[in-house]
């Protein structure tokens, strides 16, 4: 019987092993898979919601995502937050804030999920008073593009979707402050 390591291990590892065969797959596809990322307000772009994550325009930008997206799932699974439900969650959340507030422009790559899980992981790291995720999650945000605060400012190329980073740190943080605080203790019941 596996333990609870090895499956949350092999978990991570399918789920990165999954963005680099889509890769992979649409390089020898005679379609451009990245055509199905979102694009922001438009019908057409309401799959890349779900897909974003696993598209990627080029070699660089997926090998520039892996290691952050590894260490991040890997930081996510030793949390006490429901990994599989919380990667689904950014992932939803943090699509649905692009596609509805995002820049015209076609949008793919695992980065938004990245700063969620960031965000997430700071958000939740200080809520639960856990120094240890805290500090790496800060470390892996700093690390990743330079610095966490310079990929959300609209300086970037126009090739970098800086509104996907800023959309999903704010849903990163948004979900860990819905699912982590901790709830207000009750008024005293007045007498009637």
Do not use: Q
């Amino acid at each position: 019987m596996k333990s609870a390591m090895e499956k949350d291990l092999n978990g991570i590892l399918a789920f990165v092993g999954v963005i680099w065969i889509v890769f992979l797959v649409d390089i020898v596809l005679p379609i451009d898979l990245n055509s199905y990322g979102i694009v922001p307000r438009t019908i057409s772009g309401l799959p890349g919601i779900l897909v974003m994550p696993f598209l990627h325009g080029s070699l660089g930008h997926l090998l520039g995502n892996t290691i952050p997206l590894t260490v991040l799932l890997l930081l996510l699974s030793n949390s006490r937050a429901n990994s599989v439900r919380t990667v689904i969650s950014l992932v939803v959340l943090s699509g649905l804030l692009l596609w509805c507030f995002g820049r015209t422009a076609v949008h793919v790559g695992a980065s938004g999920l990245i700063y969620a899980m960031i965000a997430f992981l700071i958000v939740s790291g200080l809520l639960e008073r856990r120094p240890v995720p805290l500090t790496i999650s800060l470390l892996v945000g700093f690390l990743y593009g330079g610095t966490l605060f310079w990929g959300i400012l609209p300086l970037s190329t126009e090739h970098v979707s800086w509104d996907g980073h800023l959309l999903g740190a704010i849903a990163g943080g948004l979900l860990a402050w819905g699912t982590l605080r901790r709830p207000k203790k009750k008024a005293a019941a007045s007498i009637v």
